[in-house]
């Protein structure tokens, strides 16, 4: 299980390391030598929007967030890390306007571009033509100016003129990263937008354009992949980029503008919604224009209700709202036929039942390329992120790359059409494929259709009903997820006054006054289930399974599910810290005899009872579904 730091949880929760420590000294997280385990973090934060934790909401609610941060590992080198911490820190000191302070900074970087031609550099503020070298700066410049100030901006201002004067750092977008420090992180969530990591950008475009592509960012922000674009096209006039940033789009635009020096051209770089641009050659006069796309779209942009309606009207392919599966159907009807696109994506898209509309119209509409795991990439942001390539064509029967670290191998993309909700499931490599056909192969069943199922209690209030101790002759013992261990209950740590009335959720009393019944972890990277027969109760982070199979008791369902082999299994299905019931009821349970029922039951009681025989279970399930020796070390290891 992945182990986060102080710092990662910190970024995770959107609060400070100071805050974190706090937590842990109330009771909120607990750490193991300074760390935290993944998915406790997870936990917490699902409780915390779900309002379970109400009192921690605020604190950790990244929308709201004012925190700043400088994208460090975006930058080549200390001394500009340097360099832009005090240019940061001065703006913000000096509660200088961003707008403001972007564009002194901008005309600073036209000055050293050698685009004043004025015996006066600072005459610039004048916007007299003939000062400029080149028409086309002239115009981006005074159109920004008349945009975004009603008064005369001055030198006599001291701090404007530092802002001129200072030496910026050579980067390649350096008011980008200055502009992405300024901002908070309250707005970066609410856009769904984050810097994307240079190396990133460079593998999306790498291979995909000539120098006469028309190329597109629909989503540019300060202009990362238009600025990668302009490395390999030789015309500035075929280089597009949209964006609903006023300030982000007129900073790639001067990007631009600076990169290309000898071309006097006016920046193609538009500050609008692209969503809004209706399907129609009457209205869209980008309607397959471009050879190449590529982006980091918003990934759960926040919309007024106004806005989210005219884009819905916009885009029958999707159902889910967000932001990002919007912006791939949009890229495809601007893309030529055969086009390619290239999105960064959060990792959820392959496997979150929410994002079936987009799966299904990838699949229908496009050739996957390629998908690379990224893992995670951005700063502040824990989701693991993938890069997807697609080609607008009918999908024909080819292999797709799939690159996971320093692992390339090939998969079939009419696989996903066959899965459940058009699932990507992309960490299935040939050689997991055979061991998944033999677990296949084996005359099975699924728990679909064969269990009760029920959440735990959502109390709406924990400080107030959940007790420490049993001191209160009413209570009795209430078990949460990380009180859920391999075959059984740990000792209870917390304790309930069970009336339900009282409660926000609560299931079915019959489902925890079951005679038997399995209790798992829902925030996990494994799969955990432990036996209960004593009627316990739960609170929402333990769930609970009562298997209804003819034939099979709840302990050899337990078995299989606590098997190396099912975990195997689960893990590179599914690929979740969440424990869902949709994909439990997927899983292989095959048709025994009733003396392989006999010994599963038996070594399942004997692990219960004093947690002998968890290596005899494993390979009995091994051993039944023919895994190899070599299979079975894989299975372990991943």
Same mark, same amino acid.
């Given at each position: 299980m992945r182990m986060l730091t102080n710092k990662e949880v910190a970024q995770y929760l959107g609060l400070s390391v100071a805050s974190v420590k706090n937590w842990v000294r109330h009771g909120y997280l607990k750490d193991i030598e300074n760390k935290f385990e993944e998915s406790q973090v997870a936990d917490l934060k699902n409780k915390i929007e779900s309002g379970e934790i109400k009192r921690l909401n605020n604190r950790a609610n990244k929308s709201k967030s004012s925190v700043t941060f400088i994208p460090n590992e975006y930058i080549t080198s200390d001394d500009s890390i340097a360099g832009i911490t005090?240019?940061?820190? #001065?703006?913000?000191?000096?509660?200088?306007?961003?707008?403001?302070?972007?564009?002194?900074?901008?005309?600073?970087?036209?000055?050293?571009?050698?685009d004043i031609v004025c015996a006066n550099p600072q005459d610039i503020l004048k916007f007299n033509e003939s000062d400029f070298a080149r028409k086309g700066v002239f115009l981006y410049l005074s159109d920004w100016f008349a945009e975004f100030f009603d008064e005369v901006l001055s030198f006599e201002d001291k701090k404007n003129k530092h802002l001129f004067d200072f030496d910026l750092p050579i980067e390649r977008d350096v008011l980008g990263v200055v502009y992405q420090s300024i901002i908070n992180e309250g707005q970066?969530?609410?856009?769904?937008? #984050?810097?994307?990591?240079?190396?990133?950008?460079?593998?999306?475009?790498?291979?995909?354009?000539?120098?006469?592509?028309f190329v597109l960012d629909s989503c540019c922000g300060t202009g990362q992949f238009l600025l990668e674009f302009c490395e390999k096209v030789e015309n500035p006039e075929n280089i597009y980029g949209f964006d609903i940033d006023k300030i982000a789009t007129f900073i790639a635009g001067t990007n631009l503008l600076l990169f290309y020096k000898k071309f006097d051209f006016t920046p193609k770089v538009y500050?609008?919604?692209?969503?809004?641009?209706?399907?129609?050659?009457?209205?869209?006069?980008?309607?397959?224009?471009?050879?190449?796309?590529?982006?980091?779209?918003?990934?759960?942009?926040? #919309?007024?209700?106004?806005?989210?309606?005219?884009?819905?009207?916009?885009?029958?392919?999707?159902? *889910?709202?967000e932001s990002f599966s919007f912006f791939i159907v949009q890229s495809y009807r601007f893309l030529k036929k055969d086009g390619?696109?290239?999105?960064?994506?959060?990792?959820?898209?392959?496997?979150?039942?929410?994002?079936?509309?987009?799966?299904?119209?990838?699949?229908?509409?496009? !050739?996957?390329?390629?998908?690379?795991i990224l893992g995670k990439c951005f700063k502040n942001v824990l989701s693991s992120v993938i890069s997807i390539q697609l080609q607008k064509r009918k999908p024909k029967k080819q292999e797709i790359i799939?690159?996971?670290?320093?692992?390339?191998?090939?998969?079939?993309?009419?696989?996903?059409?066959?899965?459940?909700?058009?699932?990507?499931?992309?960490?299935?490599?040939?050689?997991?494929?055979?061991?998944?056909?033999?677990?296949?192969?084996?005359?099975?069943?699924?728990?679909?259709?064969?269990?009760?199922?029920?959440?735990?209690?959502?109390?709406?209030?924990?400080?107030?009903?959940?007790?420490n101790s049993d001191k209160n002759e009413k209570s009795e013992p209430i078990f949460k997820g990380s009180d859920v261990d391999l075959y059984r209950l740990k000792n209870p740590?917390?304790?309930?006054v069970f009336e339900p009335e009282k409660f926000q959720q609560v299931a079915k009393l019959e489902n925890y006054m079951a005679e038997e019944k399995l209790i798992y972890k829902f925030?996990?990277?494994?799969?955990?289930?432990?036996?209960?027969d004593k009627k316990s109760l739960t609170l929402n982070s333990a769930n609970i399974l009562i298997p209804k199979v003819e034939g099979y008791s709840a302990k050899i369902i337990l078995g299989f599910l606590n098997s190396k082999l099912f975990n195997y299994y689960f893990k590179k299905k599914f690929n979740s810290i969440k424990i869902l019931r949709g994909?439990?009821?997927?899983?292989?349970?095959?048709?025994?005899?009733?003396? !392989?029922?006999?010994?599963?039951?038996?070594?399942? *009681?004997?692990?219960?009872?004093?947690?002998?025989?968890?290596?005899?279970?494993?390979?009995?399930?091994?051993?039944? #579904?023919g895994i190899s020796k070599d299979e079975k070390k894989l299975t372990i290891n991943s």
């Open positions: 005090e240019i940061v820190l #001065y703006i913000i000191k000096n509660e200088i306007p961003v707008e403001q302070a972007i564009f002194i900074l901008a005309l600073n970087l036209v000055v050293k571009n050698q970066k969530s609410n856009y769904g937008s #984050y810097y994307t990591p240079a190396n990133i950008v460079k593998s999306v475009v790498d291979g995909n354009i000539n120098t006469n592509s500050n609008f919604n692209s969503l809004l641009v209706r399907n129609s050659k009457e209205e869209n006069i980008y309607l397959e224009k471009f050879d190449f796309i590529a982006t980091n779209p918003p990934w759960g942009a926040k #919309y007024n209700k106004s806005v989210l309606s005219e884009i819905k009207s916009n885009f029958d392919e999707i159902s *889910s709202k390619k696109m290239s999105f960064i994506l959060p990792e959820s898209i392959s496997n979150v039942k929410t994002h079936s509309d987009i799966r299904y119209f990838i699949q229908k509409n496009t !050739q996957i390329k390629q998908i690379e799939v690159i996971n670290n320093d692992k390339k191998y090939t998969i079939e993309q009419n696989r996903f059409s066959k899965n459940k909700h058009n699932l990507f499931d992309i960490y299935i490599s040939p050689i997991d494929v055979k061991i998944f056909d033999k677990m296949q192969k084996i005359n099975h069943f699924t728990l679909e259709n064969k269990a009760d199922w029920a959440l735990g209690i959502v109390t709406g209030d924990n400080q107030k009903y959940i007790l740590s917390n304790y309930i925030i996990s990277n494994n799969l955990v289930f432990a036996y209960d994909d439990i009821e997927q899983l292989p349970f095959p048709v025994l005899s009733e003396i !392989q029922k006999q010994k599963i039951e038996s070594i399942v *009681s004997s692990i219960i009872e004093n947690k002998s025989g968890v290596e005899e279970l494993d390979n009995f399930v091994f051993d039944f #579904y």
